[in-house]
Structures are given as structure tokens and as C-alpha cells.
């Protein structure tokens, strides 16, 4: 009965846990200044705030007071030269009427081909500031979800910046997948994990998958903040471990808690849900055989007489 009952106090634990932490990827803010904006806005993840500036050209559109433009065409007064001639006023009203059509089409073509330009021509700025944020697109601080943060340590870790000594550092994280969109979907994808997997473990559905999920993020986690740092900074102990002091605790405690959800979700992929979960309702084991009220049968009887 202990087997089935431990398990159960690793998943609240591991539940609890990785469910507030992925909520409060998404819920908590996090401070950010201009340079760390632009690295985000490369990947898509925020947008300048100056680009929503250009959204407000379309009231400079005079365009419609235009029709005024076409006062040239009270041209009718080019009939008085008739009034000299009052029979022969009728005859000289058809060819003063032919001209008009072509002067009015004319300047009505004109118009259009004057106000076509500036109105295509307002939204291509727009997207041309869009295309190369710069830092003076932005404020000098502003806030963002915390799960930003991940898009900015991957970034960080797969270009570190040089030494002390000018000499390039070792990278943390493949250049490939710092390129285009795959650092913004990472983290987006490692703070979901979080909140799935931690679900998942406190209703204990999927408990093997979701550990091992939750392992592999843990695995992330401990090398991109604690490991990988000490081994690129040449400080490692024993090659692996943090170069800190024995018995430092302050600086300790981030990666020993690191490495006890790490260990909490490996035990869980070995020993499975245990007891009070939903895996055992969907995914019953297969059931165990009755014991014989005779004792064990021996597995060759041999026959009466011989």
C-alpha cells in the first residue's frame, strides 16, 4: 500500500509547483530595458510602440473635399456670345455642350491620378519601421509578461557575450535555434509544458508522460541557469557543478531546489501515479490471477500408480 500512497505526495508537490509557476509566466509582469525590447521585437514577441503611430494618417485624407475642384465647370457662361444672335441661340448651345465632357473627364482623371500616390504611398512607412525596430522605438523601461524572460535567457545563452578578455565564450544554446521564431516558441512552449504537466499530475492523468515533460524542462532549466554558466565562466567544480562556496546557502538553494523537482519528476516516470489517480481508471493493469485455496500445484503432477 505505501508503493500506490508515496507517488501520490510527489504529484501534488510537483503539481503545485509547476502549475504556479506556469500561471505566473503569463500573469506577473517583468521590467525590461530598450536593448533587451529590441531583441524581443526581432522575434516577434512584442511590437514597437511607435509603429501604431502611422494608424492615425488616414484622417489626413482631404480627398473628399475634392468635388470642389470642379468649378470649372459653370463654363456655361460661354454662351453669352449667343445673346448677340437670339435666333441663333438653340444652334450654338449643341457645340458649347461638346467641350464639356472632355474638360470635366480630363480634370476628374487628373484628380485621381494626383490622389492615388498619397494614398498608397501613407501605409508603406508603416511597415518599413515595423521591419527594423530600433531602440529609440521604445521606451527606456517598460513591462512584459514574465514568460519573455525565457525568449531573452535563450537568446542570452545561444550568444553570450565575450570575456573579460575579449575572447568568445562557449554557447549554451545551439545558434539554429536562436534563429527567427524558435526562441519566442520555446519559451512559450516550456511555461504551457508547466502549466499542463502540473495539471495533469494533480488529477493524475498521464502522470509518466507529463513527469518525463516536466523532466526535460527541469533539464533546461538546471543547464541554462546554474550548470552551463559555471562551465562557461570556468568556475565549475568537479567539471560540473556551481562554484560556489560549501556552505553558501543563499547561493546554493536555487539550484538544489532545481535538482529536487528534477529528481521528484524522474521518480515519477519510474514508479507511476499510485493511488487516486485518474490513469487508473483509463488505463486499468491487467488483473491479478486468484490464489488457489490448495497451495501451490506442483508443476508436473505425476500420475496416480507410478
Not at 15 to 22: E, I, N, S
Not at 143 to 161: E, I, K, N, Q, Y
Request: glycine fraction near 8%; include cysteine.
Amino acid at each position: 500500500m505505501s508503493s500506490k500512497v508515496a507517488p501520490v505526495f510527489l504529484r501534488v508537490a510537483l503539481g503545485v509547483t509547476f502549475l504556479w509557476a506556469g500561471i505566473g509566466k503569463f500573469a506577473a509582469d517583468m521590467t525590461i530595458n530598450r536593448e533587451q525590447a529590441v531583441v524581443l521585437a526581432s522575434y516577434g514577441s512584442i511590437t514597437p510602440p511607435a509603429a501604431k503611430v502611422p494608424e492615425t494618417k488616414p484622417e489626413t485624407k482631404p480627398e473628399t473635399k475634392a468635388p470642389e475642384a470642379k468649378a470649372p465647370e459653370p463654363k456655361a457662361p460661354e454662351t453669352k456670345p449667343a445673346d448677340s444672335a437670339p435666333a441663333a441661340a438653340p444652334t450654338p448651345e449643341a457645340p458649347s455642350s461638346a467641350p464639356k465632357g472632355p474638360v470635366s473627364s480630363l480634370a476628374g482623371t487628373l484628380f485621381l491620378a494626383q490622389t492615388t500616390p498619397a494614398a498608397s504611398s501613407s501605409p508603406s512607412a508603416p511597415v518599413i519601421s515595423r521591419a527594423q525596430p530600433s531602440a529609440a522605438d521604445f521606451p527606456e523601461t517598460m513591462s512584459v509578461a514574465r514568460v519573455h524572460g525565457l525568449t531573452l535567457l535563450l537568446h542570452s545563452a545561444a550568444h553570450p557575450a565575450p570575456g573579460d578578455n575579449g575572447a568568445p565564450r562557449m554557447a549554451l544554446w545551439p545558434e539554429f535555434a536562436s534563429k527567427d521564431h524558435w526562441p519566442k516558441t520555446f519559451a512559450y512552449a516550456a511555461a504551457i509544458t508547466e502549466i499542463v504537466a502540473g495539471l495533469f499530475l494533480l488529477v493524475g492523468l498521464f502522470v509518466r508522460v507529463s513527469a518525463f515533460s516536466l523532466t526535460g524542462v527541469m533539464l533546461g532549466a538546471v543547464w541554462l541557469t546554474e550548470i552551463g554558466p559555471a562551465i562557461q565562466a570556468g568556475t565549475a567544480s568537479f567539471g560540473i557543478l556551481p562554484g560556489y562556496g560549501l556552505w553558501d546557502v543563499g547561493a546554493w538553494k536555487t539550484f538544489l531546489w532545481q535538482l529536487s523537482l528534477l529528481c521528484s519528476a524522474l521518480a515519477l516516470v519510474f514508479t507511476g501515479p499510485g493511488a487516486l489517480a485518474l490513469d487508473n481508471a483509463l488505463f486499468p493493469g491487467a488483473p491479478s490471477k486468484p490464489a488457489s485455496s490448495g497451495g501451490p500445484k506442483p508443476a508436473n503432477p505425476r500420475p496416480a500408480g507410478v
